[in-house]
């Protein structure tokens, strides 16, 4: 996961899909909103993992899948090609350029050689070309469309609608790309060939070198010489649906549509008693902690684990904003309104401290790691209802 000065003290990154799409360790789906505000997060929200219903990739039509293998093809044969060119006349014209004395019109844009008719590739030039510039793009426009684009497309539904996510393929282009350049620079002319060009050629793979002796240089020693571009593990759209199938703790089962069923559903017996317990104060810890409901309807007891941390922050908030009315409205931690209340509420008990440390332990480790059993979250949940029965039946000068 990564930190960086880019990100907030609570802040982690687990990887960076397509389009620049990010998953935080916290169950936000978002991206990068650099600013230059201090103390306010870069990371723009739109989708928390606990609002998603279903996850799946849609299938290829017959008609999609034609166009994917034709494009893939085309740019790989073509790549091949490209790289084959230069190479095709021979090792003496590769090398050396075609013989001077062999050719017309030299020095000119009209030159032409006898030995560029003794190419080993079965084509004519005019048709390689075709093949290896033209045909890509043409395929690709006709690609273009809803009913053809061969690109895989992830869908995630959620409450409020659907978010359709496809997959970058702009690898192969790369390469494809490169092997235009590679045809430009290499392809012999009247005499001269490759080692005409070999200062280039050798600057080009020392700077290759230098790059990666840099990156290596930057990993070995931690060096963070770009504060506003984190480390992030970039994935491609597969594994990010990977990531998300382990954030909501769902099988990967390629070509089905994963459901959701929040943990309140799924442990409604195990958990029937706690929640008998909490069903009377149901309005107002409505009131106090926003986001009390998510503590059941999130589908994973990580998600829930961290509910669960985040509403006893709310709650402490709420209990110490009684207790000093004047206090800084400022956020802190869990663990920073636990101190203040440890000075200033004469009603905080060993049993209910203890209560607390449990749910930061756990909470934590939810929120950091996404390593929260079904047992942590029915234990933490059991603590919160032993803080929010200490609260009730202790009330401040104000809830009095």
């Known amino acids: ?15 960076r899909g397509p389009e620049d799409l990010i998953l935080t360790s916290d169950g936000w789906i978002g991206q990068f909103s650099t600013h230059r505000y201090e103390g306010i997060t870069q990371i723009f929200r739109m989708l928390h993992v606990r609002d998603i219903t279903s996850i799946y990739f849609s299938k290829k039509t017959t008609l999609q899948k034609a166009f994917h293998l034709l494009l893939v ?34 020095g000119t844009e009209n030159w032409s050689c006898e030995q560029s008719s003794d190419s080993w590739l079965p084509f004519s030039f005019e048709s390689t070309i075709f093949f290896t510039m033209i045909l890509p793009i043409l395929v690709a426009i006709l690609s273009n469309s809803e009913k053809t684009d061969p690109k895989s497309v992830l869908i995630i539904q959620h409450k409020n609608g659907t978010m359709a996510q496809k997959q970058s393929g702009k690898g192969l282009w790369w390469i494809w790309g490169s092997s235009i350049a590679w045809l430009m620079f290499s392809s012999p002319s009247p005499g001269s060939g490759i080692t005409t060009h070999l200062d280039v050629f050798f600057v080009g793979v020392l700077a290759i070198l230098g790059y990666f002796i840099l990156q290596y240089v930057k990993i070995e020693f931690s060096l963070d010489w770009n504060s506003n571009s984190p480390e992030i593990n970039q994935v491609d759209l ?13 099988p990967d089962e390629t070509g089905t549509t994963q459901q959701l069923v929040s943990v309140g559903n799924r442990l409604e017996s195990e958990l029937a008693e706690i ?35 985040l509403s006893t922050e709310m709650l402490l908030k709420h209990r110490l ?50 390593g929260s059993s079904k047992e942590d979250y029915i234990s933490a949940l059991q603590k919160f209802v032993e803080v929010v029965e200490w609260h009730l039946g202790n009330p401040t000068n104000e809830q009095g």
């Open 1 to 15: 996961m990564a930190k960086s000065s880019s990100l907030l003290e609570e802040e982690e990154v687990i990887c």
């Open 73 to 106: 093809s085309s740019l790989i044969v073509s790549t091949v090609l490209l790289f084959l060119i230069p190479i095709s006349f021979g090792t003496d014209v590769f090398l050396n350029g075609f013989d001077i004395d062999r050719c017309q019109n030299v």
């Open 238 to 250: 597969n594994s990010f649906h990977a990531e998300l199938l382990a954030a909501l703790e769902l």
């Open 275 to 309: 929640r008998k317990r909490l069903d009377d104060q149901d309005t107002i810890l409505t009131q106090i902690i926003p986001i009390y409901t998510d503590i059941f309807d999130v589908p994973t007891p990580w998600l829930g684990t961290a509910a669960i941390r």
């Open 321 to 370: 904003s009684q207790l000093l009315p004047g206090a800084s409205k400022k956020h802190k931690s869990l663990r920073n309104y636990t101190d203040e209340l440890r000075k200033h509420d004469n009603d905080l008990d060993s049993g209910t401290l203890g209560s607390i440390e449990t749910i930061i332990s756990l909470g934590n480790q939810a929120a950091h790691g996404r």
